[in-house]
């Protein structure tokens, strides 16, 4: 969300809770330039793209560069359900919604256990609101369990595909044969070489 009051001077930036939608920004001798994407951000005239070094490292070793930062030294990024308010050059962030973890929670295992199977199935059947669609099997926790969720929600085998590695240690190809058994799937599996 970009709200923009010129009349003040004003600019209020926010993202969603989950950070779906990403924005990027920096602040330049009392210039605010955003945008949806980094290099949108760095197409501004006044926007210089210094490479951030850190960053690099952070892409190479983590495969994504953790927010606040960015690829640019003189960027940033919102992080999920952050706001910036930036009014006469002056920036403040701060978020609009904090997750409320309660552990000690009042309710019972088998309402928290029926929450949890009806949140996973709505999930699944927004994902995937026809049977003929097919899904990623690892043979991990969530992928086996989208793909059990979806073949109950079909009534009838769907279609998964594995990928495999021929190198010891890395295939993880038995433990999805193993769920496609128990849910009665109809596995597809391909092995990347090289």
Not at 18 to 36: E, I, Q, W
Not at 106 to 115: I, M, N, Q, R, V
Not at 125 to 134: L, M, V
Request: charge should be negative.
């Amino acid at each position: 969300v970009a709200i923009i009051r010129e009349s003040r001077n004003e600019v209020l930036l926010a993202v969603d809770r989950m950070g779906t939608f990403p924005l990027f920004y920096t602040v330049n001798a009392g210039l605010l330039a955003f945008g949806s994407s980094a290099d949108c951000v760095r197409a501004h005239p006044a926007v210089t793209s210094t490479l951030d070094l850190q960053s690099i490292f952070d892409y190479i070793y983590f495969n994504m560069v953790p927010s606040p930062r960015t690829i640019y030294v003189e960027q940033q990024k919102l992080e999920p359900a952050q706001f910036l308010h930036f009014q006469h050059g002056r920036v403040v962030t701060g978020f609009h919604w904090l997750p409320d973890f309660q552990e000690n929670g009042a309710a019972a295992f088998h309402e928290l256990s029926d929450t949890l199977g009806k949140t996973l199935k709505s999930a699944v059947t927004r994902s995937a609101p026809d049977c003929h669609a097919g899904a990623f099997l690892s043979g991990g926790i969530d992928s086996t369990t989208v793909s059990g969720v979806f073949s109950e929600i079909c009534r009838s085998p769907v279609n998964t595909y594995t990928i495999g590695f021929n190198v010891k240690g890395y295939d993880e190809t038995e433990y999805a044969r193993i769920a496609a058994r128990h849910f009665g799937l109809n596995a597809h599996e391909y092995y990347v070489t090289p």
